[in-house]
């Protein structure tokens, strides 16, 4: 009977666990509709959402840029290395730049994203909820979601896809100065292949989309966990570690739902 | 003809949990042009009253009627159109963080009134200046005391202009030149103003000084009620021993515990 108790016990540990998840879900869901239809103020006076773009995007221009760099200075290292045993080092191009456009700058960068920008905008939002700032807008009859969450949204969904595009071409850069200057692959070889390799449609259109949702996931993440956060320190402090994980782990499952719907099936690139 | 109230309450109760409720049959009128104190101890209840009265939690039995709308037959858009009528001053002051002072006490103009730069600005500095601050309206929150920082919350919260303004906590951590510059404060705009003032605190000998009249609020309900004279002579135990500060009395000092001895296993030994 006891292993009976037991199991049951645990049955039902499960199912609230799941409840809980599903309910929260729908939460967040019905959160980011709400947000959506108040985002008049964030767009019409659109100097609000300005101020999020430089907080959320220019702000996390340097950890951006320096990764890219580096990124791409890595992939120039690997692929030559591999390329040049099969004789393809003029290749070197094709692959630093599918790989960062493709993959590596919307993941990367929105993996960057999320710990730098994700976690300051739940913070923020989480801080201002629990030192009564979002309560005393409401009693100014001033929706919060409206005036402070929606222009955050939109920052952080405006700033992604340019912070991915950034990351991407500093990768390249990154890539032609280990691969051109410093491995000494010909640099006519290294861009004319890349320019006829690349696809705009298939390529750098899929890349900025990938760019956008993940943008739009992390920033929803974000604010919402900022906005439901207990309003005490630990309470702020667990909503912004959730951001991150939550957020990576979301960022690399659409990215493996959305590699799926783009590069198979079509035949491109095989 | 005498005015109506400006706030009724009428027979509320509430309950975060419907088991457990926080109020129970509460009754309260406060008249216009009055600074009105709800007393009673941290946990009274005394603060989810100040939360019906301004529309944030509305009452799971009888209505709450505020500036003449009852709170619970509003909308959203009803809630906002009646909290620009009202001022609140939160405990810890709630001033925006990232803004300096002079754009906190803009904030209410700039969201409800389309205003040329140059109106704000002696809107904001006659605010500022009624609360003794107009110097440190360049200044961020973080570089304000704690009295500075109520202060210009306040400022903030009479922005508008308010007929109601309601005091969370108004005098907590207060030093005592900054305390008696709220107390005074208080007492000026309401009356400056022609507004209305509901004071919620435990700092019962400072309040009784500045309100009109006194709500005292025990386990909920209203225990007792009357001008601060008849506060202080009440014979009621309860008021009593909280107005003198006595450790003893109707609130006893130990909470609610099992037997000491049985507590401590003495019966075993």
């Not at chain 1, 049951?8 to 309910?23: D, I, M």
């Not at chain 1, 896809?161 to 990351?167: D, G, I, K, S, V």
């Not at chain 2, 005091?167 to 009356?191: A, C, K």
């Amino acid at each position: 009977m006891q292993i009976v108790d037991a199991l049951r016990q645990r049955l039902e540990r499960l199912g609230a666990g799941v409840t809980s998840h599903v309910w929260r879900l729908g939460f967040a869901s019905r959160f980011l509709a709400y947000l959506v239809v108040h985002s008049g103020t964030a767009l019409r006076r659109f100097r609000l959402t300005i101020a999020e773009i430089y907080f959320a995007g220019v702000l996390s221009l340097i950890i951006i840029l320096v990764s890219g760099l580096f990124v791409g200075m890595v992939l120039a290292l690997q692929g030559y290395d591999t390329l040049q045993r099969f004789g393809a080092s003029e290749s070197l191009g094709v692959l630093v730049a599918l790989s960062l456009v493709r993959e590596l700058g919307p993941v990367v960068a929105g993996l960057l994203f999320a710990s730098r920008a994700g976690s300051a905008i739940t913070a923020e939002i989480g801080l201002m909820k629990a030192t009564e700032q979002l309560s005393a807008m409401e009693m100014m009859a001033v929706d919060p979601v409206a005036r402070v969450v929606a222009p955050r949204f939109w920052g952080g969904v405006i700033s992604m896809p340019l912070l991915a595009a950034l990351f991407s071409a500093m990768g390249i850069f990154g890539g032609y100065l280990v691969g051109v200057q410093l491995i000494g692959v010909d640099a006519g070889a290294f861009w004319s292949q890349m320019q006829a390799a690349v696809d705009l449609r298939n390529d750098i259109v899929n890349g900025i989309i990938k760019s956008i949702v993940f943008g739009i996931a992390v920033t929803w993440i974000a604010v919402f966990e900022g906005y439901d956060a207990p309003p005490t320190a630990e309470g702020v402090s667990r909503a912004t570690t959730r951001t991150v994980v939550t957020s990576s782990l979301a960022i690399l499952a659409l990215d493996f739902v959305l590699t799926a719907l783009m590069f198979t099936g079509g035949g491109h690139g095989q | 003809m005498q005015q109506s109230p400006i706030v009724e309450i009428g027979n509320v109760s509430f309950g975060y949990d419907p088991a457990r409720p926080v109020l129970r049959d509460i009754n309260l009128e406060i008249a216009r042009g009055s600074v009105v104190g709800i007393m009673g101890q941290s946990g009274c209840g005394k603060t989810t009253l100040l939360r019906i009265i301004m529309g944030a939690h509305l009452p799971s039995g009888g209505t709450a009627r505020v500036l003449g709308e009852v709170t619970g037959r509003l909308d959203r858009e009803g809630l906002y159109r009646m909290r620009r009528k009202m001022g609140m001053l939160f405990q810890f002051g709630a001033l925006f963080t990232d803004m300096s002072v002079y754009e906190n006490v803009a904030f209410p103009l700039r969201e409800h009134a389309e205003l040329p730069d140059d109106l704000l600005r002696d809107l904001v500095l006659l605010k500022l200046q009624a609360v003794g601050l107009r110097g440190a309206a360049r200044l961020m929150p973080t570089e304000l005391s704690g009295g500075m920082a109520r202060r210009v919350a306040l400022a903030r919260s009479i922005a508008l202009d308010p007929q109601l303004i309601l005091y969370d906590e108004p005098f907590t951590g207060l030093d005592p030149i900054s305390f008696g510059v709220i107390v005074r404060l208080i007492r000026e705009l309401n009356d400056s103003l022609g507004a209305t003032s509901i004071i919620v605190t435990h700092d019962v000998q400072e309040a009784l000084g500045v309100v009109d009249y006194v709500y005292f609020m025990a386990a909920g309900r209203v225990i007792a009620q009357g001008t601060p004279a008849e506060i202080r002579s009440s014979a009621e135990p309860f008021v009593n021993q909280f107005v003198n500060g006595k450790s003893e009395g109707p609130v006893p000092f130990h909470y609610a515990a099992p037997d000491y001895g049985a507590d401590l296993d003495l019966a075993a030994a």
